[in-house]
């Protein structure tokens, strides 16, 4: 346990503090909460960098949506959180605010890009924060720092305001050390009245076939122990096939790197403000043509066709939301393939228009590290999702465990 000057200074994870907080409500649902803004994320009068030189003195006149509805919730917005460069990427190293690093082992990545948020709330400095998700930015964090995390569904939550990826695929989602918080945060940015969760198993859960052949022998053991858990608990575990799956990354990809071109054309007639990983990544977006965007588009809809029917058959699906143990912070790595490899297990359910829930699920056995799973459900499925994941937390208590750096 450290101070959290330490704590701050050891990680990284937040770019500015907010003190005094933001405007909010005196009471409500939210009260009392601590809030991590990821820096894409606009407050009035507080500095927005998107990890980004090209905006080191940006302040916005408005907050986005998403912290006005926190302010009227209650919450205590205390920070703005590290993040990669425009939220490209699935590290948090390329980020001009300098690395983030993860609380659980300081020589290892946070993921991202919302890895300034997760490690927060690991490290304790927040009890909430809000990332983003394109191809797994809130997921894949929240995994690597063994919190919980959920990317909902398409136009679920409000994005005015925060600035985007890819507007396609880019949602807004909270990150909690557990599901009872999430659920709070969720329905506050959905504008929905807070409801009490009524945990519960689903009946059904489909196990999709595996569409590549390296999974991690250790992130696969604990996946599959947590997939024990429910079928003890009655759910029925079902294989299944998930057609197109084996495509669906660069079909993701294609869509999320034309967008960023098209987004940042003309910040790349200044390329040296960029962080090197960051331009690395936009400039591969400057080669897909206007045909391979529309068949990307075609294929996305074909794919989301497939889920929909695949949810008559089961009530959600289980995968790992890493397939590797949670990596170390190196300069060497290429990282476009470190990004894809990273991104093998998130980027599909970015092409799904329904939300996906992100839960730790236990301890990578070489390493210690935490490894997550992934539920996913059908358009509008958030509180079946948040239900079996607060049945699943009753009954483990990963969620719970904190990292050797935090002020816990």
């Not at 143990?325 to 476009?336: G, K, M, T, Y």
């Amino acid at each position: 346990m450290s101070s959290a000057h330490e704590v701050l200074a050891a990680t990284n994870a937040v770019i500015t503090a907010i003190d005094p907080p933001l405007p909010h409500a005196a009471d409500g649902p939210l009260a009392g909460v601590r809030v991590g803004l990821k820096d894409n994320i606009d407050t009035a009068g507080v500095r927005t960098t998107c990890g980004s030189a090209y905006f080191a003195d940006r302040v916005p006149d408005t907050d986005a949506e998403v912290v006005s509805r926190l302010a009227a919730a209650g919450a205590q917005m205390v920070a703005k959180t590290n993040m990669s460069e425009f939220a490209v990427g699935l590290t948090s190293q390329n980020s001009a605010a300098g690395p983030c690093r993860n609380p659980w082992d300081l020589l290892r990545v946070p993921g991202g890009s919302s890895g300034g948020s997760a490690a927060a709330v690991a490290a304790g400095l927040v009890d909430l924060a809000l990332g983003t998700d394109t191809g797994g930015s809130v997921r894949v964090p929240a995994s690597a720092c063994g919190v919980t995390g959920l990317r909902p569904g398409i136009s679920v939550v409000p994005d005015a305001g925060t600035f985007p990826v890819c507007e396609l695929v880019d949602t807004v989602g909270p990150i909690a050390r557990d599901v009872g918080l999430v659920a709070r945060a969720f329905a506050v940015l959905a504008g929905r009245e807070p409801r009490l969760l009524e945990p519960a198993p689903p009946r059904r859960i489909g196990v999709p076939a595996w569409w590549f052949d390296d999974l991690d022998p250790g992130v696969a053991e604990v996946v599959e122990a947590a997939a024990r858990v429910f079928a003890d608990g009655g759910t029925e575990l079902v294989p299944v096939e998930v057609t197109g799956i084996g495509s669906a990354q660069d079909v993701l990809y294609t869509i999320v790197y034309a967008g960023m071109a098209d987004l940042h054309q003309e910040r790349l007639t200044r390329p040296e403000f960029f962080q090197p990983d960051t331009l690395t990544r936009v400039r591969v977006g400057t080669g897909v043509s206007e045909g391979d965007r529309a068949e990307a588009l075609e294929a996305r809809a074909e794919f989301q066709r497939g889920l929909d029917e695949l949810f008559g058959q089961v009530d959600v699906l289980l995968t790992p939301t890493l397939p590797v143990d949670v990596p170390p912070a190196r300069s060497d790595d290429d990282v476009l393939t470190i990004t894809r490899r990273l991104a093998q297990l998130s980027a599909p359910w970015s092409l799904h228009a329904g939300p996906t829930l992100a839960l730790p699920a236990g301890r990578h056995g070489a390493s210690g590290m935490p490894v997550g799973l992934q539920l996913t459900a059908a358009v509008g499925g958030e509180h079946l999702l948040l239900d079996a994941g607060e049945w699943f937390q009753q009954r483990t208590a990963w969620h719970t465990l904190r990292p050797p750096c935090s002020v816990d």
